[in-house]
C-alpha cells in the first residue's frame, strides 16, 4: 500500500484522481504537513512519498520499471528556502522541512529513499 502526503489541498485532490483513474498506485492520502506525521502512523506502507505534489515520484517509480511491492520513500522538500529565485531564507525559513522529512527516515529505516533539491541548498548544509 502507498502513502502519499502533501500539505496541498489541491494536489491531494489531484492524487486522488490520478489514484481513481489508475494513473498512480493506490493509496492513502493525508493532507497533513509532514510535522504533524508520526513514525508509527508509516508502519505497514511499502511506499511512502513525502512533498507527494500530483504523483511525480510515483508515476516516475512505475516507468523505471519499479514495482509497487517494493519498498520506497520519495520527497522533494519545498525549494523555497534555498531558491536563487527567492529570499533564500534556508535553514531559519519556517518552510525547510528537511528535518522533518530526516526525522521520519531515521525513525523509520526505510530500504531505499529518492529525493532531490535545487542546487543552492548545497551552500546552506
Given amino acids: 500500500m502507498n502513502y502519499y ?3 496541498d489541498k489541491k ?3 489531484w492524487l486522488r484522481e490520478l489514484i481513481k483513474a ?3 498506485p493506490d493509496g492513502v492520502v493525508d493532507e497533513r504537513s509532514i510535522t504533524d506525521v508520526k513514525a508509527d502512523e508509516l ?6 512519498h513525502f512533498f507527494a505534489g500530483i504523483g511525480g515520484w ?3 517509480l512505475q516507468i523505471a520499471g519499479w514495482g509497487e511491492d517494493r519498498p520506497v520513500w520519495t520527497g522533494s522538500c519545498p525549494c523555497q528556502p534555498f531558491s536563487t529565485a527567492g529570499k533564500q531564507a534556508g535553514k531559519s525559513d519556517e518552510r525547510h522541512l528537511w528535518p522533518a522529512f530526516a526525522k ?3 525513525e ?3 530500504p531505499v529513499v529518492f529525493g532531490e533539491q535545487v542546487e543552492s541548498a548545497i551552500k546552506h548544509g
Avoid at 43 to 48: A, I
Fill in 43 to 48: 508502519r505497514g506502507f511499502t511506499q511512502c
Fill in 108 to 110: 523509520c529505516k526505510p
Fill in 22 to 24: 489508475g494513473l498512480i
Fill in 5 to 7: 502526503n502533501d500539505f
Fill in 104 to 106: 521520519l527516515i531515521a
Fill in 58 to 60: 510515483s508515476r516516475a
Fill in 11 to 13: 494536489a491531494c485532490a
